[in-house]
């Protein structure tokens, strides 16, 4: 086992650039562009951004390519680390290492990084944002057993990260199917028996317009908790806005809290409970939560909306993780540098109430879709916790491979 430098082993170290945002021509083109929101321990198969040839040129943004290891400089984020699978532009947040195979393997040093991000987040430096930066990353110290090892060790993580994938795709693909039922049953109208329903001014009969407020209760999240390792029956996991990817929960990044019974009376987190992000680049962004296989609180970054009637949290939790609510509440929001959304405007948000027949039709549906979904979440996990405990000991070399 030999110790090298990070620089020593990479071919290119960079960061990107983000195109002036008020510009809309550089904006929606053909070339992926990541934010560092992204960056969590995963490969990148596409991303939610992405800017056009014009921007490109107009911005420090340059191309990396597939397989490069991207480690997340600023904020919160700040130490996380990602596999592109993708040729891709990224922020100046990302510092961007593209490896030489002949030295080592990319995916061992990713590992390694993952293995390191905590202490590499407890390096960053500054005032109201602690950022890493790319000198301190690229003398970060590495350990290199043989190519040879380096090869089998990677196998043996990335096996566990590519049933991982699998999952992760079989739930988009469920989560897409009901996204589209909801979209042709209460956006385009074609829900079953249409044909025979009356509409009254362009909405079907027995339907009304109502403001969010009506059919939700509203509640910051707790603010001040005491971070923990569960040592305890106590401890919970504690949501927080950088957990929510995608319109669901990573719970293998999720981190514990201490609490005590009236805690836990306020902020547990319940099946069905919406959470929306009220600040920050991601204002508006939300999840439901679907059998929640965990005790949780949620962070007071985090609205939290539990629906009045029970026959309404399907329909309410497809209605605000849709574009047309995250548009609305960013157009609310308030702040320049930093945009943040109160319940009330949050609640103002006005939707279609169907009919409970409808409804209950609905409900059914998105039932046993949430159950495979939960399946496949936990089967994710419980990978993932593996892998994790495999990880030190395979990189510590106390668990030895065959080559």
């Given amino acids: 086992?030999?110790?090298?430098?990070?620089?020593?082993?990479?071919?290119?170290?960079?960061?990107?650039?983000t195109p002036t945002s008020s510009v809309a021509s550089y904006y929606d083109g053909e070339i992926p562009w990541l934010n560092t929101n992204e960056v969590n321990f995963c490969n990148i198969y596409s991303t939610a951004k992405h800017i056009t040839?014009?921007?490109?040129?107009?911005?420090?943004?340059?191309?990396?390519?597939?397989?490069?290891?991207?480690?997340?400089?600023y904020g919160?984020?700040?130490?996380?680390?990602?596999?592109?699978?993708?040729?891709?532009?990224?922020?100046?947040?990302?510092?961007?290492?593209?490896?030489?195979e002949t030295k080592a393997h990319y995916q061992y040093v990713y590992y390694f990084l993952k293995l390191q991000s905590d202490f590499l987040n407890s390096l960053a430096t500054g005032g109201a944002q602690q950022n890493l930066n790319a000198l301190l990353i690229k003398n970060y110290s590495i350990m290199l057993p043989s190519l040879s090892v380096q090869h089998r060790i990677a196998s043996i993580l990335s096996n566990y990260?590519?049933?991982?994938d699998t999952n992760t795709k079989r739930i988009k693909l469920l989560e897409e199917s009901a996204r589209e039922l909801y979209k042709e049953w209460f956006v385009r109208m074609r829900f079953p028996?249409?044909?025979?329903t009356k509409f009254v001014k362009g909405i079907p009969e027995g339907w009304k317009v109502v403001e969010l407020r009506e059919l939700v209760t509203t509640q910051y999240g707790l603010t001040t908790i005491t971070h923990s390792q569960k040592e305890n029956?106590?401890?919970?996991?504690?949501?927080?806005?950088?957990?929510i990817v995608d319109n669901n929960i990573n719970w293998a990044q999720v981190p514990y809290c201490s609490t005590d019974d009236d805690v836990m009376r306020k902020y547990k987190l319940y099946q069905g409970d919406i959470l929306v992000a009220r600040t920050g680049a991601t204002?508006?962004?939300?999840?439901?939560?679907?059998?929640?296989?965990?005790?949780?609180?949620?962070?007071?970054?985090?609205?939290?909306l539990k629906a009045k009637n029970k026959l309404h949290i399907s329909y309410i939790g497809m209605s605000v993780v849709s574009d047309i609510f995250i548009d609305y509440i960013q157009s609310v929001a308030t702040g320049a540098a930093q945009p943040m959304a109160n319940p009330h405007l949050m609640t103002s948000f006005k939707l279609l109430l169907p009919s409970e027949h409808l409804l209950k039709h609905f409900n059914e549906y998105i039932d046993s879709l949430n159950d495979i979904i939960l399946n496949l979440q936990l089967q994710?996990?419980?990978?993932?916790?593996?892998?994790?405990?495999?990880?030190?000991?395979?990189?510590?070399?106390?668990?030895k491979v065959k080559t």
Avoid: W
Wanted: glycine letters at 6%.
């Fill in 1 to 17: 086992m030999e110790v090298k430098r990070i620089s020593d082993i990479c071919l290119k170290v960079c960061s990107g650039g």
């Fill in 380 to 399: 994710s996990q419980n990978l993932a916790t593996t892998r994790d405990r495999l990880l030190p000991r395979l990189l510590s070399g106390e668990l």
């Fill in 193 to 196: 028996g249409y044909e025979q």
């Fill in 283 to 304: 204002v508006g962004y939300a999840t439901q939560i679907q059998k929640i296989p965990y005790e949780a609180v949620f962070a007071s970054y985090l609205i939290r």
């Fill in 233 to 243: 029956h106590n401890d919970v996991y504690y949501l927080r806005i950088t957990d």
């Fill in 53 to 73: 040839e014009e921007g490109l040129k107009k911005s420090a943004a340059k191309y990396i390519p597939e397989n490069t290891i991207i480690v997340a400089m």
């Fill in 76 to 100: 919160v984020t700040a130490g996380r680390c990602a596999v592109t699978k993708i040729p891709l532009t990224t922020n100046q947040a990302c510092c961007n290492l593209v490896i030489d």
């Fill in 161 to 164: 990260d590519t049933l991982i």
